[in-house]
């Protein structure tokens, strides 16, 4: 298969040297100072703060409502509900305490708890709030009013947006991730990209709204609105890259808005506060980083809508538990008990809420066909026999795959009492736990849970679309990380992503042969040991700020 040239050349020698070796790991620091850690909040010093009102307990949805569409009755897009939204999405989740020890937990995920990922919002007129863009800080939940309209823009985006819509806009800081993992970090700033993509949308779902990603955007369109083409203010290893535009609204369909439109409506805005140094000593440079930062940058490209096929009702789940319980109680697991199974009906739930629906969260949010399909170590699972597992995320993919797995010992016998809808085949008998540690990076909790699994993409149909598209291969893999993160909490279970992998032995045990399939993500799902040192504390309290209806 022939891939477009120009940057595609670029992105694949990134995506080589970047991979991890047994022999050897992708280009870090030598040295991490764990004392000289980067800022985790920008702050933008002179922009007046708007403080939000911290009222996403009132919010009584089900958690296992966010999944049937028209469940959620749709609430109205007020400040209030916008800042549900946010405290639920890229707010904090918790502060966890051992000893002298204190850090914040966020509902969206991070590499490394470093968060590279910052959120904006554009909002029109509201009560209490004028229309314009906004930045997110999550440590003090207030919005930062950094563009300010004129009369005619003002006017120009509450036509837009009227009062049914909203948009967030998401970036990145590179220099977070580069810090401690080097070249690889750029993988890992659109892994979270696609953690808080899927965080939002979940967030969302709790009040009835609909959110899409307008993936036709430039970036340059989201460079400009977001005020991240003001070069001037930011320091030069600590700028903002564009990634992603949603459209937040209170419509049934979702609403699509096309980036000219709101580019044009800014020419007259006023950017104010200047953002925070978040790190003093940059030690390394990473120029490969910048490298495929600028051979990905995406231009505008025409609008995808990707309708997903009808399949059964997600297979039922025992939880009654509130929407914003379950979304806070999201964890990482550090380590996993190594003795206790899960059933088979947790297994399949798991596994079923990773393929997409018409209209149901999180997966309506990214209208294109699945590219991502799970290569599964099976531990300790009730009713199935250990082993490797392959489950793919649409139909028609079968027969390649079994061309491009060539390993003659693969059995690719079809579960006969897994859901109808399933394409889950065995490929190999027997115990896995020891390659599975193995693959990533001898880490324990790859064998120690229940399963394991690595995300095998459809590489080269990717990036046929162009080289941007390889920072969606990630995108779609932090989604369904959040997916397993959210699903295992909710069935009593812990999830946890896995950055660091032998991307060739995974490669090798699979029998692939060229890079027309590359795995992207790892993650895990198991049962933790307790931790009776650890405190959980609220992840408000710092505030002591009344709640407000």
Known sequence: MNLPPKHNETVLAYHERTKHHIERYARGPAHINWNAKPDSYRRYTGAKCFELPLVADTLTSAYVNLYRPKAITQQPITLNKVAALLELSLGLSAWKQYENERWALRCNPSSG?????????????????????????????????????????????????????????????PWREMWKYGERSFRYCQHDIGHAIAAIRYAAATLGWQVLLLEDWADTDILVTLGLDQEEDFHTSEREIPEVMLCISATEEGQHIVGSEITDALINITWKGIPNILDTNHHYEWPLVETVINATYKPLTEKRDWIAPPLPPLLPLACNRRAINVIRQRRSAQLFDAVTHITTKAFYRLLDSTLPRPGAAPWDVFRHRPLLHLILFVHRVTGLSPGVYILLRCDGVEEE?????????????????????????????????????????????????????????????????????????????????????????????????????????????????????????????????????LQTLPPYAHLKREKKQ
């Not at 470093?114 to 906004?134: C, D, F, Q, R, S």
């Not at 006017?155 to 837009?160: A, D, F, P, T, V």
């Not at 779609?476 to 279970?493: H, K, N, P, T």
Request: charged content about 15%; glycine content about 10%; some cysteine.
């Open 113 to 173: 708890n470093l968060h590279p990922t910052e959120g904006y919002v554009v909002l029109p007129k509201m009560l209490n709030i004028p229309a314009g863009v906004y930045h997110y800080l999550s440590e003090e939940h207030v919005l930062e009013h950094r563009g300010i309209l004129g009369a005619s823009g003002v006017k120009h985006i509450g036509s837009l947006l009227s009062n049914n819509s909203f948009l967030i806009g998401l970036s990145s800081i």
């Open 401 to 533: 795959f079994q061309i491009a797995l060539q390993r003659e010992h693969f059995n690719w016998i079809k579960q006969t009492g897994c859901p109808k809808h399933f394409q889950l085949y065995q490929l190999v008998s027997g115990d896995a736990k020891t390659v599975a540690q193995q693959i990533s990076c001898h880490q324990e909790i790859a064998a120690d849970s229940a399963f394991s699994l690595g995300m095998l993409s459809e590489f080269h149909i990717g990036l046929q679309y162009g080289p941007w598209a390889y920072r969606q291969f990630f995108w779609e893999a932090g989604m369904i990380g959040q997916v397993l993160y959210l699903e295992a909490e909710a069935l009593g279970l812990r999830g946890t992503g896995i950055g660091c992998y032998f991307d060739d032995v995974v490669h090798n045990l699979l029998g692939l042969i060229s890079t027309r399939y590359q795995s992207i993500y790892h993650f895990s799902v198991g049962t933790p040991p307790q931790d009776k040192h």
